[in-house]
């Protein structure tokens, strides 16, 4: 059942750079990077809210989400622009290292 949601998740995501090629033509790049996480975080809060006891967090987990989330938004800032000005066909193979580079 997994490997299904893994190929339908890799399948939607194959359109991903496309979609947001063609809302740049017409959006600034912060509201294309950001809108979709937005839209899931009530989502995610919701998911949280509902799960079942908290974890015990330190300062070193918020100092490594903090850092994570800096990196995330540089990339992510970064793969827009880089989708932006250049061809989708050279510019998407580039976004999949993304993740990898947020790591």
């Given at each position: 059942?997994?490997?299904a949601y893994a190929l339908t998740a890799a399948l939607l995501t194959s359109f991903l750079p496309i979609i947001n090629k063609r809302?740049?033509?017409r959006t600034p790049v912060a509201i294309v990077a950001w809108v979709p996480n937005a839209?899931?975080?009530?989502?995610l809060f919701a998911i949280t809210i509902a799960?079942?006891?908290?974890?015990?967090?330190?300062w070193?987990?918020?100092v490594?989400?903090?850092?994570s989330g800096g990196l995330n938004l540089?990339?992510?800032l970064a793969s827009m622009y880089a989708l932006k000005q250049a061809d989708a066909s050279i510019a998407a193979p580039l976004l999949?290292?993304?993740?990898?580079c947020t790591m």
């Open positions: 059942m997994w490997a809302m740049l033509a839209v899931s975080l009530p989502l799960a079942p006891g908290w974890p015990h967090v330190d070193l987990f918020v490594a989400i903090l850092a540089i990339a992510t999949s290292f993304n993740p990898a």
